[in-house]
């Protein structure tokens, strides 16, 4: 039996996350689609109001509070806005800086709202069961008034976090403040909710299979193999393989093509290596052989997925 306290927070692993710096009207209402990654919302001045969609909590957040969704539900900024809808998608492409979204509509006068901090991550991995039983909130928020301070935001000066936004290292900054917060939410919860009793979940290999899913990230070039795999975990190769199977969804070897394939296209777009030396890059010492499973994953060959018009979308021809 594993604690859910093991499989949110020991086993949580932040590997990328991408920060928006938002600024919105209080009658503005907005659509967020995170494609069901967790957000944080770290609000920095003003009021804006968050609610799930199709739910019934509203929540209330002043400067200096935080709510998070950590099982990426679809959720609207100021529900009871007036002004035309907007969505809202974080999370898509790749910057290394921090975007500045400034939410603009036609419709009934602006007035003065909120400026926040919006950021989505990407885990290494949580268990499914985390996600099945869904013990934690779905919304959570950290206001100024925990009392005790079992329930409050971290202090931090909001001036100096929108300052840190930008400049050299700005992703870099806001990655580390705003998994921080991310993790006192978490840990938070997790006491408000069950005073710090562990709460039994059924996943006897929960911390092994994280590990080899962290090994698999940490080195996707290095030649794996189910066997290879097993060992670095300590389990044998068939109970390895269906325990993977069981947490994450799919086989060893499909999930380590996927990871392959997605740093491959990172590799091509963004750093514009040549095919060969992304190949080998991911783990391919034959070009041919990545360029057979690249254009099975992803549709084009790596040489056309590489090319992009001047949208920035890659061109498939």
């Excluded at 209402?29 to 920095?44: E, M, N, Q, T, Y």
């Excluded at 935080?66 to 609207?76: I, L, M, S, V």
């Amino acid at each position: 039996m594993s604690g859910l306290n093991e499989i949110l927070l020991r086993d949580l692993r932040v590997l990328d996350s991408n920060s928006y710096l938002i600024e919105v009207a209080t009658n503005q209402l907005v659509d967020i689609v995170s494609h069901g990654r967790a957000v944080l919302h770290v609000v920095l001045e003003g009021v804006v109001t968050i609610a799930l969609v199709g739910g019934d909590q509203t929540l209330t957040l002043h400067a200096g509070e935080t709510a998070t969704c950590f099982y990426g539900d679809h959720h609207r900024l100021n529900p009871g806005g007036d002004m035309a809808p907007v969505t809202l998608s974080l999370g898509d492409g790749d910057t290394d800086s921090i975007e500045q979204i400034a939410i603009h509509a036609d419709g009934a006068p602006r007035r003065r709202g909120a400026r926040m901090l919006s950021t989505v991550f990407s885990f290494a991995h949580v268990s499914p069961a985390a996600y099945s039983i869904r013990a934690g909130l779905s919304l959570w928020r950290m206001g100024r008034d925990g009392g005790n301070g079992s329930n409050s935001a971290l202090a931090f000066d909001p001036d100096q976090i929108t300052e840190d936004c930008g400049g050299p290292g700005a992703r870099a900054a806001i990655a580390s403040f705003s998994t921080l917060m991310l993790i006192r939410s978490i840990r938070n919860m997790h006491r408000s909710l069950w005073n710090d009793r562990e709460m039994p979940v059924w996943a006897p290999n929960a911390r092994r299979i994280a590990s080899a899913l962290l090994a698999i990230h940490a080195q996707p070039e290095r030649e794996w193999t189910v066997a290879t795999l097993a060992r670095e975990v300590g389990l044998s190769r068939s109970c390895f393989a269906s325990a993977f199977a069981a947490e994450v969804g799919m086989t060893p070897m499909a999930y380590l093509t996927q990871i392959r394939m997605r740093r491959a296209a990172q590799l091509l777009q963004s750093e514009r290596f040549a095919i060969a030396e992304v190949s080998r890059r991911v783990g391919y010492r034959i070009p041919s052989s990545f360029t057979r499973a690249f254009t099975s994953y992803h549709g084009v060959p790596p040489s056309h997925f590489a090319q992009e018009d001047d949208t920035g979308v890659p061109t498939r021809q």
